[in-house]
């Protein structure tokens, strides 16, 4: 299997915590927030600042394929600085645009791209050349851009822009912030009003920052939780400095883990807390966490707080399907909550998790199901039966086919549960949060001691 970035495979097994996890720590950057900071920065005429940008291998792909398009992007100490003549001083890439392991980029690229004078190729890793990029060559080629893909739309492509796009109107068929947020961008080049309508609100940190960046974004809310989303182009980005708050989605393991973890209390600094973004954090309290937020406040234009967590005993819980665009990359450390919690939960409406970096839904079965837990799939429900006396958890092999996410479950499983649990190869958990094991070991998870 191909490799991230040349490192090679790093296995890990994980033995349950000798003591409980305690101390305060930070999670890097939210990672959907960093991609948008980099191509917005780059979009926009003048110098951004960025604080607190996630430095992973997704992110850093980003970087790389905005720099190629023209903009000068560097680190100056802890921030990072993007200097940009703006869209107008884009030009033609003269490689390929390798995205790596990230949707969020080879998604939200394919959106700029569509709308700029020239061609472009576009391809990432097996994983991400696995993905739909249907879902955006679609509605994109309805102003004007010709993607020409590989069988069933899937990358490498090439997509050959037309600097004169028309506005798209489109009703999303699924609900992805990355579909959402790829035409919006392709309607900054577009003359009149490009109108997105999402049936279920998907995370907004688009609309959120291009109004951060200058460009009027309206936002209409249906009665049925759904949004009307409308941009009019063609709008051109001013340079304005962002602040990143730390990612829930990554803060989501050292909490599963400090609820698992008997007599474990931490507190996680500085986490986003957008509402499109916390299902997780509804679920859990649902299943009866100890898990509150102090100091809730507002930073770069995104609510934040800090998260004090306690580890204590966990009820079973029936997720609905329309929470699942708030948390949807959170399932698979949930499942584990849930195989240790007391009676059976259902996870409702998870088709999406099939086209994620593996085909999560049935990589999480094959976690739990590795792990001794007992789990299945009723079409795009997963059912997850409780602790069982008797049944010890541990003692499986985990395949984490490419995924960042499972790895650091799989983990999350080792530290909670009584037998060792392996993992084949965590190197992908750098794509989304990089000194992962070395911030678990700081609240004594003792990994690898
Ligand atoms: O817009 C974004 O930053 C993201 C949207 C989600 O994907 P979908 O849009 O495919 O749901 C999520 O899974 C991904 O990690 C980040
Ligand atoms: C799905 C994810 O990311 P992406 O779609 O950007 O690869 C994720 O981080 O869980």
Redesign the pocket.
């Known amino acids: 299997m191909e490799r991230l970035a040349e490192t090679a495979a790093r296995p890990l097994t994980v033995s349950a915590a000798a003591r409980p996890l305690g101390g305060e720590i930070a999670v890097p950057g939210d990672?959907?927030i960093s991609?948008r900071a980099l191509m917005f920065a780059a979009l926009a005429r003048g110098v951004t600042r960025i604080s607190g940008l996630l430095e992973g291998e997704d992110v850093l792909r980003t970087a790389a394929a905005m720099r190629a398009l023209g903009a000068d992007i560097r680190r100056e100490g802890t921030e990072w600085v993007v200097e940009s003549a703006g869209v107008q001083g884009f030009s033609e890439p003269s490689d390929v645009l390798d995205m790596g392991n990230s949707?969020?980029a080879a998604?939200?690229l394919s959106g700029i791209l569509s709308g700029l004078p020239f061609t472009c190729f576009m391809t990432g890793d097996a994983s991400l050349r696995g993905r739909p990029m249907r879902r955006v060559t679609t509605p994109l080629s309805a102003n004007g851009a010709v993607f020409v893909t590989r069988a069933d739309e899937k990358l490498p492509m090439a997509i050959v822009g037309n600097g004169s796009p028309a506005p798209i109107v489109y009703r999303m068929p699924v609900?992805?912030?990355?579909?959402k947020?790829a035409i919006l961008l392709a309607g900054l080049n577009a003359t009149g009003a490009t109108r997105v309508e999402e049936p279920v609100a998907?995370?907004d940190?688009t609309e959120n920052m291009l109004r951060h960046f200058g460009v009027p974004v309206t936002i209409e809310a249906d009665t049925r939780g759904g949004r009307v989303i409308t941009l009019d182009g063609p709008a051109r980005l001013t340079a304005r400095d962002v602040i990143v708050p730390g990612d829930p989605?990554s803060a989501a393991f050292p909490i599963v883990a400090a609820l698992l973890v008997p007599g474990s209390e931490i507190v996680i600094s500085n986490v986003g807390l957008n509402a499109l973004r916390t299902g997780l954090f509804v679920t859990l309290r649902e299943m009866g966490a100890d898990l509150t937020v102090v100091g809730e406040r507002v930073e770069g234009g995104e609510p934040v707080g800090d998260l004090r967590v306690r580890a204590g005993v966990l009820r079973g819980v029936d997720v609905p399907p329309e929470r699942a665009?708030s948390m949807?990359?959170e399932y698979p450390v949930l499942a584990v909550a849930c195989a240790f919690a007391e009676g059976p939960s259902r996870l409702r409406g998870l088709a999406?998790l099939r086209v994620?970096e593996s085909d999560r839904l049935a990589a999480t079965v094959a976690l739990l199901t590795a792990n001794g837990a007992a789990v299945h799939v009723e079409g795009d429900d997963m059912i997850v039966e409780g602790r069982q006396s008797g049944r010890p958890l541990g003692g499986g092999t985990v395949e984490t086919r490419m995924d960042h996410r499972l790895a650091m479950s799989a983990i999350v499983m080792g530290l909670a549960a009584s037998r060792p649990v392996t993992i084949d190869d965590t190197a992908f958990i750098e794509t989304s949060f990089p000194g992962f094991v070395t911030l678990m070991n700081a609240l004594g998870a003792g990994i690898g001691a």
Do not use: N
């Open positions: 990672k959907s991609h949707g969020t998604r939200l609900a992805s912030a990355q579909v947020s998907t995370r940190h989605s665009p949807i990359d999406e994620k």
